[in-house]
């Protein structure tokens, strides 16, 4: 108990933590979409002024699928136990997400 706040049960204390767990995790989406967003845009420019060209050799596509298949299956694990973790119905999680997308 940190504080006089009990942050295990279902108290206030709870509610808090669960807010702010959410409002952290928008903040972090939006910063990510955004960074996202930045490098799609590059790259079009890139693609686009004739810096970069983007057709697919056929070493290109195997290195492109043996990439995808050895490692997308651990990372979707990992993503599914984190989000095993996050109380995604709790209205306050959901109102955190809501504030930390739009105001983060």
Known sequence: MAFGVDLTSNGTG???????????????????????????????????????????????????YRTFSSSLPTVLSKAEQVATLLPLTSVAFLAG???????G
């Open 14 to 64: 709870f509610i808090i933590a669960t807010f702010l767990i959410g409002l952290l995790l928008g903040v972090v989406v939006k910063k990510v979409f955004k960074l996202a967003l930045a490098i799609v845009a590059l790259v079009i420019v890139l693609v686009v002024t004739g810096y970069v060209n983007l057709s697919l050799t056929q070493d290109r596509q195997q290195t492109i």
């Open 97 to 103: 997400i809501a504030i930390g997308l739009w105001k």
